[in-house]
């Protein structure tokens, strides 16, 4: 699938972690950013807007990373929005 193909450098051992990890994101990315007009339509406008939102900016940073050469910091960046939940 082309939104989760990894960078043309990336070897070929790591290719499928970095597919993984970039669906996933994109997933993650997918549904964050469906909660947000969500809590507009509801009215419950509280901090927990911004918390979808950095994650949301975070799994973003995440998906370009994992199309980058630089894929391992994407973990990461998947990893901080799960853990930072409340």
């Known amino acids: 699938m082309r939104l989760t193909e990894p960078h043309v450098s990336i070897p070929e051992a790591e290719r499928q972690r970095v597919r993984l990890t970039a669906a996933l994101s994109l997933a993650l990315m997918l549904t964050s950013a469906a909660a947000v007009p969500g809590q507009f339509l509801l009215g419950s406008l509280?901090?927990?807007?911004?918390?979808?939102?950095?994650?949301?900016?975070?799994?973003?940073?995440?998906?370009?990373?994992?199309?980058?050469?630089?894929?391992?910091?994407?973990?990461?960046?998947?990893?901080?929005?799960?853990?930072?939940?409340?």
């Open 46 to 86: 509280t901090s927990d807007v911004w918390t979808v939102l950095a994650a949301t900016a975070s799994l973003v940073a995440a998906y370009a990373l994992s199309r980058s050469p630089r894929a391992g910091l994407a973990v990461w960046f998947v990893l901080f929005p799960i853990l930072s939940a409340p």
